[in-house]
T-cell receptor, first 113, second 113 residues
Framework: AQSVTQPDIHITVSEGASLELRCNYS??????LFWYVQSPGQGLQLLLK??????LVQGIKGFEAEFKRSQSSFNLRKPSVHWSDAAEYFC???????????FGTGTRLLVSP | EPEVTQTPSHQVTQMGQEVILRCVPI?????FYWYRQILGQKVEFLVS????????KSEIFDDQFSVERPDGSNFTLKIRSTKLEDSAMYFC???????????FGPGTRLTVL
């Protein structure tokens, strides 16, 4: 069965600093990978996705993620964090036939002035 | 841009009561999903629905739960006899193809007293 690990529960970054959120997955085949963001009291917004092709994918709000098959990772990055990026970030993997998403436990990002 | 909508945004009910959570998926989408997120925990898959039948369900989705697409636009989740542990945020999602991005609604927060 597929699984997703986000090892960092909380991360605090200074505004303007770079950000990397870690995600490791377990899945037997080529995975469909996603990053979603959830602001307080809000739903899940898709940041970016990887299905195939170029392993570096660009998303909304200046985010990018790199798929590394050898490390089973799909880390999310942003070169310069803004205060509005404070939210919870979820990595997810799509299963065979893509009938469901399996989510990680999330990483809460705090942005300090 | 089309969005998934959910009503109500917050539902409070007494233990043992029936609740129906409503979702309006994006109009040309064919696959529908319910997920839940207990406070402070990760998002969990409940059920997927296609062509008027359940295509996959999780262990959480027991006989107390049911889903229905009563007309061409609504997708509902019914909990027959709510328990305290059903308190959670319930998210609806939809996608045009089973291997495409799932778009999430804003969620319904269910509180069981």
């Amino acid at each position: 069965a597929q699984s997703v690990t986000q090892p960092d529960i909380h991360i605090t970054v200074s505004e303007g600093a770079s950000l990397e959120l870690r995600c490791n997955y377990s899945y037997g085949a080529t995975p469909y990978l996603f990053w979603y963001v959830q602001s307080p009291g809000q739903g899940l917004q898709l940041l970016l996705k990887y299905f195939s092709g170029d392993t570096l994918v660009q998303g909304i709000k200046g985010f990018e993620a790199e798929f590394k098959r050898s490390q089973s990772s799909f880390n999310l990055r942003k070169p310069s964090v803004h205060w509005s990026d404070a939210a919870e970030y979820f990595c997810a993997v799509g299963s065979t036939g893509f009938q469901k998403l399996v989510f990680g436990t999330g990483t809460r990002l705090l942005v300090s002035p | 841009e089309p969005e998934v909508t959910q009503t109500p945004s917050h539902q409070v009910t007494q233990m043992g009561q029936e609740v129906i959570l409503r979702c309006v998926p994006i109009s040309n989408h064919l696959y529908f999903y319910w997920y839940r997120q207990i406070l402070g925990q990760k998002v969990e898959f409940l059920v997927s629905f296609y062509n008027n039948e359940i295509s996959e369900k999780s262990e959480i989705f027991d006989d107390q739960f049911s889903v229905e697409r009563p007309d061409g636009s609504n997708f509902t989740l019914k909990i027959r006899s709510t328990k305290l542990e059903d308190s959670a945020m319930y998210f609806c999602a939809s996608t045009p193809f089973s291997t495409d991005t799932q778009y999430f609604g804003p969620g319904t927060r269910l509180t069981v007293l």
